[in-house]
């Protein structure tokens, strides 16, 4: 397994103990760079994230290094 900052164990203990059908990080890009990373949580009783939802979180998470990045150029 990979290694993850301290505060990636705790979001995932988190979403432990508060119950989660589905926890995504997803990597923010931009310009060939991770810029940072996002987790998005899916609550107990909902269904797990499907591959269509895996696609559009890090869509969205790409968008978001995008943002990150051109406002850092200003």
């Given at each position: 397994?990979?290694?993850?900052?301290k505060?990636?164990?705790?979001a995932r203990?988190?979403?432990r103990e508060i119950g989660t059908s589905s926890f995504v990080i997803c990597p923010m890009r931009?310009?060939?760079k991770i810029r940072g990373?996002?987790?998005f949580v899916a609550g107990a009783g909902r269904d797990p994230y499907s591959e269509r939802d895996?696609?559009?979180l890090q869509e969205l998470a790409d968008r978001v290094g995008l943002a990150?990045?051109?406002a850092a150029l200003y």
């Open positions: 397994g990979g290694k993850f900052p505060t990636d164990v705790r203990r988190l979403a931009a310009s060939g990373v996002i987790s895996l696609w559009a990150i990045h051109n």
